[in-house]
Structures are given as structure tokens and as C-alpha cells.
């Protein structure tokens, strides 16, 4: 991964020499390329603009800030590699902040016993998910969204008040900081969401599963005719989907200390751009793990950027995420061209129930001239 | 009678009888509970009662739900309503009686005259229909991604465009949008209405109604028979935020105020759900107008009953999730063969 974009950025610019017929860089990579001189470009503007921007912490802090962004980014990131949609993360996280809080506080449960409920509780909520979409063949952003109602349904259900966290073992995590050279640290979520990278890296890149899941997200079609585990990996993958939001949501509750039904509002939007800014392809087939964190990192240096900036009001965010994410996917359209376009689902027509052949490319041509 | 008889068979067969069903259980239910329910008693002149108050209250989401139906009916979906309702309520607000403009100067109450406002509200929202038409149609982005993007810049823009703020509305003549009563029935229902009939009349009584199902069926075979496909569902788009722009206009008065980060929140969601309720299919091609008015009047009256039983208000939500699981999985293809097949087998013994 690293190594292919190093090459990659060393190959950026062949255009210059014109020995070689047509540039070395792989399209897919171009999108994670782009991302990756984004942020370089960003915090190197925000270096150069604001004193006591360019400093390892400000750096860590984007970590430290957006570790469950990350970790909910993840398992969107694999959902959308499979062809699908995840909508239901934001309000998983806050179900499963909420569960917490009244479990620990209000029943006076044991973290140790809350924390794998929780856990288990949103890869239920991503089982049930995946099961409904690959069985009863329903989209899966209905699914999901009929997810969310419920999740953030659940949550007022609970209590529509916010529930402060006093557990001893939540506020001594949250106040655990992991020191680094030059006087600078990291929290605890952090260590979590880069130990979740480093597991997703190897799932998507060097399992079997992962193999899957980029053959789904490429040709679902294909995958089946292969003899490929359709229908167990989808599943596994929304299932992985609402572990990583429970897990976000307790990174959420370590770092704001409390349940609240309203919490990570919209984060589903966030995580879903994330992992496109990073250059994952929403059509599915297309992506990497390691751009999502790129995306993550963007969207913290905008917000810090923001920050610095004093004047700009938070909205700002939003506006720009907006932007980058149409940047990225007109980028995307651009380079999903030949063999990548997904016209070829539509193959076959059915009429009358008979399976007719699509028009040949010399019939369209014909047909497009008229 | 025989002509009765027709007409209920008809209806048994039309894509409106079953959310008329639910609609009609819902309401027998409420019945049931609540013997005041259907009462409708005239005070100072306007109907006043809880069947009122539901048809009230339904309006914008009758209105966005309309416009949706359209663009799921050409095989598309439009997630940024909800942003499209913030942003218009905004623009709505701030020309006419809002304390704070972009430079931060003050603005005195009714700065524009209300046709004006109307006016150029409408053609905001629109743009911004067109914007997504244009995304979808013209550089064949796919509808959820591009309406996704509309989605996270809209309240970022509406919250621009109020600085903010909330900002509240000073004048009488604009509460008429949402509040006012014409001839004893509430105004927008008039507007619900008309904007019904105009649609109707365009899907039913042209081809125009016939060219969106072709474009939702088979894009492509819909342009070698030569229809404007891309023409057909950039301008779906484009009513689409128009509709949502109505019904911001109608939020914003009933509230008598504009919220860039409220307004309209979760909207989206419900106009899915209305229309998936009235009995279009998600997949795009056939469509119903009046089924998704009777699904924005099934959601409404199902929120009503909740909070008339005496249920805790946040149980909605769960009560809706469990509303679309169940549709959707019902109007699943494995679901319905499956119970075709089932019919079949009865038939046989």
C-alpha cells in the first residue's frame, strides 16, 4: 500500500518526458494521490497562514479529535467497497453512547460487562442489515435508513436528556495520554482507531475476505459465477459496519463523557465523505483503507483550519466538505471510464420475461447519430 | 351499482388501495380510541378538529413527497430535500423580516415585498434542483452521491444565508402560507392541491407521465425510442426542489421563523417513506401521485395517533423504522414472488 504510493507519487508527473506513450501512474491510485497532496497542501497552507499551526501536536490533535470519525469511516469504507450504503452509523454511535451512559450510571453496570454488549449489540444491528439486504434483496440505504429511525428512536426511548458519564473508569481512560517525543501525545481512542486501521488494512488487502469484497463491489454478478461467498462476506461486511460504529460510539463517549441522543448527528455524511475524499469509489470495486484515513485527516484539517482561522463560523465545514466531496466525485467520474463504467449492468434487458442482449456498441453509435 | 362495483374493483387493483386501507385503519383506529376524533366543529368561521389538524400538518411533507415521487419514478432518489427546505425557509426569512444580513447590518421587517420573496425563494430552491439534475443527468453522477453532496453543503448555505442564526419572522402576511384559512379549510391544503392537480394533469393527461416511467424502466431503451431521457430527469430534479422550496416557504411561516440546522431535518426520510408507503416502487417506473399524498397523510396520522394514545413522542421513530422494514421487505420482488407462487399452489389443489 505505502510502498505502491511512494512509486506512485514518484511517477506523478511523466507527462513531461515524452518517451513514454501514456503516464505510468495507475488511475486507481490517482484519486488516493490527489487526496494525499490535498492534505499536504492544506496543512502546509494553514503552516504558512497561522503561527503554531505547523507543530507535530496540531497533527496528533487531528487524530486526537477524529479517531471515532475514523473508525465509523472504516466500516463505511468497506461497506461502500461492496456496492453499498451505511447510513445508520451516526445514530448507532449514539445508541450506543446512550446504552452506555444509562447502563453505567443510572443501573450502575460494570464497564467491563457494557463495554462487549455494546459492541455486540451494533454488530447485531449490522447483521440484521445485512441480512435484509442480501436476502430480501432490499436497497440497502432503505435498510440502513430504517436503521437509523431506529437507532435514534431508541435513543429518545432511553431518555431524550443527556446523561453525563462520572464512572471513574470512563473519565480515568479519557484522561489517558499516551506520550510521544518533542512533548506531545495521544489519547486513547487514537491507539483504538489505529489499531482498527492496521486490522482493516490486512482484512482488505491480504484476506480472503477482503478479495471478496472488492470482486463483489466490482461485478456482484461475477463474484457469484466465481463461486465466491457472496452472500456471507456482504453480511460480514454490514455486520463489521455497525461493530465499527459501536466501537466509534465508545471512542464518542471517552471523548465527550457523556449519552446523548443527539450525539454524532450526520456523522454518517461524514464518515460517507471521508471515504470518498479518500478515494474510494461509491459505485463500489474501487478503494483503500488507508485513503479513508487520508479523508479523515482532511476533514480535521479543515475543521482546524477553520479554528485558527477565528472568523469563519463552523458552517464553513460543511460548505467545504460539500465542495471537496463534488471535487472527488466528478474526479471519480472522470476516471471510471472503459471496463470501470458500470453500464455493462445493464447488459441484458428483460422484455416479457425473455432475456434480450443490450444493443452492440455499433447500435448505440447508430442510435445515438438519430 | 354496477358502476360502484367497478369502481371498487378498480381500486382493489390500483396501486392507492392498500395505502387507502392502512390510511382508513389508522383512522378507525384513532375511531376507536377517541370518539371526538372525526368531530369537526366551526369556530370564527374555520373547520376546526383533529382530521383538520392532521391534513394541516401533513402539507409540506404531501408537497415534498409529490415531487420525489417523480424523481424515484425515473429511477432516481433526492436525499437533499430536507437541506433544500433549510435553505429555502432561509432565504424566505431573511428577505423579509430577518435582524441579520451577510454584512451584518440590520434589516428593517418586510424588507422585500412578499410576491418578490415568493418569487425568488422558489427560484433558489429550484436552482438547487437543477444543480442536482445537472450533477445526475448531465455528468452521470449517481442520484444518491449527488444529492448526498447537496445534502452536507445545504444547511452549511441555509446557516450561511441566516448567519447562523434563527432568525424570526415579523410580518402578518406571511403567516397566511401556513396558518391562514381559505373558505374554512386551512391554506396550504389549497396549495397541496394545486400543486397535485398541476402534476396530474401534466402525468396524466400528456405523455409526460408515460415518458418518466419509460426513463425509470430502461434509461437507455427509453432514448432509442426517443424520448429526452436527460432532459426529462433533469427537470424531475429540478420540480423536485421546487416542491421542496413550497414547502419551506410553509414551514417557515407555520413556525414563523427560520432554523438553517432544523428545518427540515429528518424530512428527507419521511418523503421516502410516504412515497415507498403509497406504493411507487423504489426501482423507478410506475408511479403514483395520489399514493404518495395518502403516504405523507399515513405518516402523519400515524404521529397524531401516537402522541393522542398517550405514547411517549419518541416512540415514533422506532414505530416508523419498523414501518419501512416492514414495507420495504414487502415490496421486495423475493417476498411478492414468493407469495404469487404460494397463491399459484393454492390454485393448483
Same mark, same amino acid.
Given at each position: 500500500?505505502?510502498?505502491?504510493?511512494?512509486?506512485?507519487?514518484?511517477?506523478?508527473?511523466?507527462?513531461?518526458?515524452?518517451?513514454?506513450?501514456?503516464?505510468?501512474?495507475?488511475?486507481?491510485?490517482?484519486?488516493?494521490?490527489?487526496?494525499?497532496?490535498?492534505?499536504?497542501?492544506?496543512?502546509?497552507?494553514?503552516?504558512?497562514?497561522?503561527?503554531?499551526?505547523?507543530?507535530?501536536?496540531?497533527?496528533?490533535?487531528?487524530?486526537?479529535?477524529?479517531?471515532?470519525?475514523?473508525? +465509523?469511516?472504516?466500516?463505511?469504507?468497506?461497506?461502500?467497497?461492496?456496492?453499498?450504503?451505511?447510513?445508520?452509523?451516526?445514530?448507532?454511535?449514539?445508541?450506543?453512547?446512550?446504552?452506555?451512559?444509562?447502563?453505567?450510571?443510572?443501573?450502575?453496570?460494570?464497564?467491563?460487562?457494557?463495554?462487549?454488549?455494546?459492541?455486540?449489540?451494533?454488530?447485531?444491528?449490522?447483521?440484521?442489515?445485512?441480512?435484509?439486504?442480501?436476502?430480501?434483496?432490499?436497497?440497502?440505504?432503505?435498510?440502513?435508513?430504517?436503521?437509523?429511525?431506529?437507532?435514534?428512536?431508541?435513543?429518545?426511548?432511553? %431518555?431524550?436528556?443527556?446523561?453525563?458519564?462520572?464512572?471513574?473508569?470512563?473519565?480515568?481512560?479519557?484522561?489517558?495520554?499516551?506520550?510521544?517525543?518533542?512533548?506531545?501525545?495521544?489519547?486513547?481512542?487514537?491507539?483504538?482507531?489505529?489499531?482498527?486501521?492496521?486490522?482493516?488494512?490486512?482484512?482488505?488487502?491480504?484476506?480472503?475476505?477482503?478479495?471478496?469484497?472488492? +470482486?463483489?463491489?466490482?461485478?456482484?454478478? %461475477?463474484?457469484?459465477?466465481?463461486?465466491?461467498?457472496?452472500?456471507?462476506? !456482504?453480511?460480514?461486511?454490514?455486520?463489521?459496519?455497525?461493530?465499527?460504529?459501536?466501537?466509534?460510539?465508545?471512542?464518542?463517549?471517552?471523548?465527550?463523557?457523556?449519552?446523548?441522543?443527539?450525539?454524532?448527528?450526520?456523522?454518517?455524511?461524514?464518515?460517507?465523505?471521508?471515504?470518498?475524499?479518500?478515494?474510494?469509489?461509491?459505485?463500489?470495486?474501487?478503494?483503500?483503507?488507508?485513503?479513508?484515513?487520508?479523508?479523515?485527516?482532511?476533514?480535521?484539517?479543515?475543521?482546524?483550519?477553520?479554528?485558527?482561522?477565528?472568523?469563519?463560523?463552523?458552517?464553513?465545514?460543511?460548505?467545504?466538505?460539500?465542495?471537496?466531496?463534488?471535487?472527488?466525485?466528478?474526479?471519480?467520474?472522470?476516471? +471510471?471510464?472503459?471496463?470501470?463504467? !458500470?453500464?455493462?449492468?445493464?447488459?441484458?434487458?428483460?422484455?416479457?420475461?425473455?432475456?434480450?442482449?443490450?444493443?452492440?456498441?455499433?447500435?448505440?453509435?447508430?442510435?445515438?447519430?438519430? | 351499482?354496477?358502476?360502484?362495483?367497478?369502481?371498487?374493483?378498480?381500486?382493489?387493483?390500483?396501486?392507492?388501495?392498500?395505502?387507502?386501507?392502512?390510511?382508513?385503519?389508522?383512522?378507525?383506529?384513532?375511531?376507536?380510541?377517541?370518539?371526538?376524533?372525526?368531530?369537526?366543529?366551526?369556530?370564527?368561521?374555520?373547520?376546526?378538529?383533529?382530521?383538520?389538524?392532521?391534513?394541516?400538518?401533513?402539507?409540506?411533507?404531501?408537497?415534498?413527497?409529490?415531487?420525489?415521487?417523480?424523481?424515484?419514478?425515473?429511477?432516481?432518489?433526492?436525499?437533499?430535500?430536507?437541506?433544500?427546505?433549510?435553505?429555502?425557509?432561509?432565504?424566505?426569512?431573511?428577505?423579509?423580516?430577518?435582524?441579520?444580513?451577510?454584512?451584518? *447590518?440590520?434589516?428593517?421587517?418586510?424588507? &422585500?415585498?412578499?410576491?418578490?420573496?415568493?418569487?425568488?425563494?422558489?427560484?433558489?430552491?429550484?436552482?438547487? *434542483?437543477?444543480?442536482?439534475?445537472?450533477?445526475?443527468?448531465?455528468?452521470?453522477?449517481?442520484?444518491?452521491?449527488?444529492?448526498?453532496?447537496?445534502?452536507?453543503?445545504?444547511?452549511?448555505?441555509?446557516?450561511?444565508?441566516?448567519?447562523?442564526?434563527?432568525?424570526?419572522? $415579523? &410580518?402578518?402576511? $406571511?403567516?397566511?402560507?401556513?396558518?391562514?384559512?381559505?373558505?374554512?379549510?386551512?391554506?396550504?391544503?389549497?396549495?397541496?392541491?394545486?400543486?397535485?392537480?398541476?402534476?396530474?394533469?401534466?402525468?396524466?393527461?400528456?405523455?409526460?407521465?408515460?415518458?418518466?416511467?419509460?426513463?425509470?424502466?430502461?434509461?437507455?431503451?427509453?432514448?432509442?425510442?426517443?424520448?429526452?431521457?436527460?432532459?426529462?430527469?433533469?427537470?424531475? $430534479?429540478?420540480?423536485?426542489?421546487?416542491?421542496?422550496?413550497?414547502?419551506?416557504?410553509?414551514?417557515?411561516?407555520?413556525?414563523?421563523?427560520?432554523?438553517?440546522?432544523?428545518?427540515?431535518?429528518?424530512?428527507?426520510?419521511?418523503?421516502?417513506?410516504?412515497?415507498?408507503?403509497?406504493?411507487?416502487?423504489?426501482?423507478?417506473?410506475?408511479?403514483?401521485?395520489?399514493?404518495?399524498?395518502?403516504?405523507?397523510?399515513?405518516?402523519?396520522?400515524?404521529?397524531?395517533?401516537? $402522541?393522542?394514545?398517550?405514547?411517549?413522542?419518541?416512540?415514533?421513530?422506532?414505530?416508523?423504522?419498523?414501518?419501512?422494514?416492514?414495507?420495504?421487505?414487502?415490496?421486495?420482488?423475493?417476498?411478492?414472488?414468493?407469495?404469487?407462487?404460494?397463491?399459484?399452489?393454492?390454485?393448483?389443489?
Amino acid at each position: 500500500m505505502n510502498d505502491g504510493n511512494s512509486a506512485a507519487s514518484a511517477a506523478a508527473f511523466p507527462a513531461l518526458t515524452p518517451a513514454h506513450p501514456r503516464p505510468r501512474l495507475d488511475p486507481r491510485y490517482l484519486p488516493l494521490v490527489v487526496t494525499l497532496g490535498l492534505f499536504v497542501a492544506m496543512f502546509g497552507a494553514g503552516s504558512v497562514a497561522f503561527e503554531g499551526f505547523f507543530s507535530l501536536q496540531v497533527f496528533l490533535n487531528l487524530f486526537v479529535d477524529n479517531a471515532f470519525l475514523l473508525i +465509523a469511516a472504516i466500516g463505511m469504507t468497506f461497506v461502500i467497497i461492496s456496492g453499498g450504503i451505511d447510513l445508520s452509523v451516526g445514530s448507532v454511535i449514539a445508541l450506543t453512547t446512550m446504552v452506555l451512559a444509562t447502563l453505567v450510571e443510572n443501573r450502575g453496570w460494570s464497564p467491563a460487562l457494557v463495554i462487549p454488549l455494546v459492541l455486540l449489540m451494533g454488530a447485531a444491528i449490522g447483521l440484521v442489515h445485512g441480512v435484509v439486504i442480501q436476502y430480501f434483496e432490499v436497497q440497502p440505504f432503505i435498510v440502513t435508513l430504517a436503521g437509523m429511525f431506529f437507532a435514534r428512536g431508541l435513543c429518545y426511548l432511553i %431518555s431524550i436528556d443527556s446523561i453525563a458519564i462520572t464512572d471513574p473508569f470512563f473519565t480515568e481512560v479519557s484522561a489517558i495520554r499516551f506520550p510521544l517525543p518533542f512533548d506531545t501525545s495521544i489519547s486513547v481512542n487514537v491507539v483504538m482507531a489505529l489499531v482498527v486501521l492496521v486490522v482493516a488494512m490486512y482484512l482488505a488487502h491480504y484476506t480472503r475476505f477482503g478479495r471478496t469484497l472488492y +470482486a463483489i463491489g466490482g461485478s456482484e454478478q %461475477s463474484a457469484l459465477l466465481m463461486g465466491l461467498p457472496v452472500a456471507r462476506t !456482504k453480511i460480514l461486511t454490514y455486520t463489521f459496519s455497525g461493530f465499527c460504529s459501536a466501537l466509534a460510539g465508545i471512542a464518542f463517549t471517552f471523548y465527550m463523557l457523556s449519552g446523548y441522543g443527539l450525539h454524532a448527528q450526520g456523522m454518517e455524511m461524514d464518515a460517507i465523505a471521508a471515504a470518498v475524499v479518500g478515494g474510494t469509489l461509491l459505485t463500489g470495486g474501487s478503494g483503500y483503507v488507508a485513503g479513508t484515513l487520508v479523508g479523515v485527516l482532511i476533514y480535521g484539517t479543515i475543521q482546524t483550519l477553520i479554528m485558527f482561522e477565528g472568523s469563519l463560523s463552523s458552517w464553513w465545514t460543511k460548505i467545504v466538505i460539500g465542495l471537496l466531496l463534488l471535487v472527488f466525485c466528478l474526479l471519480q467520474r472522470a476516471l +471510471a471510464r472503459g471496463p470501470r463504467s !458500470k453500464e455493462p449492468a445493464r447488459a441484458t434487458r428483460e422484455v416479457n420475461g425473455q432475456q434480450l442482449p443490450a444493443p452492440t456498441a455499433t447500435e448505440r453509435a447508430a442510435h445515438a447519430g438519430g | 351499482m354496477n358502476r360502484t362495483s367497478e369502481l371498487l374493483r378498480g381500486l382493489a387493483r390500483g396501486r392507492v388501495f392498500w395505502p387507502l386501507v392502512t390510511l382508513a385503519l389508522l383512522l378507525l383506529f384513532n375511531l376507536a380510541f377517541n370518539p371526538h376524533f372525526f368531530s369537526i366543529t366551526i369556530r370564527d368561521g374555520h373547520l376546526y378538529g383533529s382530521l383538520i389538524d392532521i391534513l394541516n400538518r401533513a402539507s409540506p411533507l404531501m408537497i415534498i413527497a409529490m415531487g420525489l415521487t417523480l424523481v424515484i419514478a425515473t429511477h432516481g432518489i433526492d436525499i437533499s430535500v430536507g437541506a433544500v427546505v433549510a435553505i429555502s425557509g432561509a432565504v424566505a426569512a431573511t428577505m423579509i423580516g430577518g435582524q441579520l444580513d451577510l454584512s451584518g *447590518g440590520a434589516q428593517d421587517a418586510a424588507g &422585500y415585498p412578499l410576491p418578490l420573496v415568493i418569487v425568488v425563494t422558489l427560484a433558489v430552491a429550484m436552482l438547487f *434542483g437543477m444543480w442536482n439534475g445537472m450533477l445526475i443527468s448531465f455528468f452521470g453522477m449517481q442520484p444518491i452521491i449527488a444529492t448526498l453532496i447537496l445534502l452536507v453543503m445545504g444547511r452549511g448555505v441555509a446557516q450561511l444565508i441566516t448567519g447562523g442564526q434563527i432568525i424570526t419572522i $415579523y &410580518y402578518t402576511p $406571511y403567516f397566511f402560507i401556513g396558518n391562514g384559512f381559505l373558505a374554512g379549510l386551512p391554506f396550504s391544503l389549497f396549495i397541496v392541491a394545486a400543486v397535485l392537480a398541476l402534476l396530474l394533469l401534466l402525468t396524466r393527461k400528456t405523455a409526460l407521465g408515460l415518458f418518466i416511467e419509460a426513463v425509470g424502466l430502461n434509461p437507455v431503451a427509453a432514448r432509442f425510442a426517443g424520448v429526452r431521457a436527460r432532459a426529462i430527469t433533469f427537470w424531475a $430534479y429540478a420540480f423536485c426542489g421546487l416542491c421542496a422550496g413550497i414547502a419551506g416557504l410553509i414551514v417557515s411561516s407555520n413556525v414563523k421563523s427560520a432554523d438553517g440546522n432544523n428545518a427540515g431535518l429528518l424530512f428527507e426520510l419521511d418523503a421516502i417513506l410516504a412515497v415507498v408507503l403509497g406504493g411507487t416502487a423504489l426501482n423507478g417506473g410506475r408511479f403514483t401521485l395520489v399514493g404518495s399524498v395518502l403516504g405523507a397523510l399515513i405518516i402523519q396520522t400515524l404521529t397524531t395517533t401516537i $402522541y393522542s394514545v398517550g405514547v411517549p413522542p419518541e416512540v415514533t421513530l422506532v414505530v416508523k423504522a419498523a414501518v419501512v422494514f416492514l414495507v420495504s421487505i414487502l415490496q421486495s420482488d423475493k417476498v411478492r414472488n414468493r407469495i404469487a407462487t404460494l397463491g399459484k399452489l393454492r390454485e393448483a389443489l
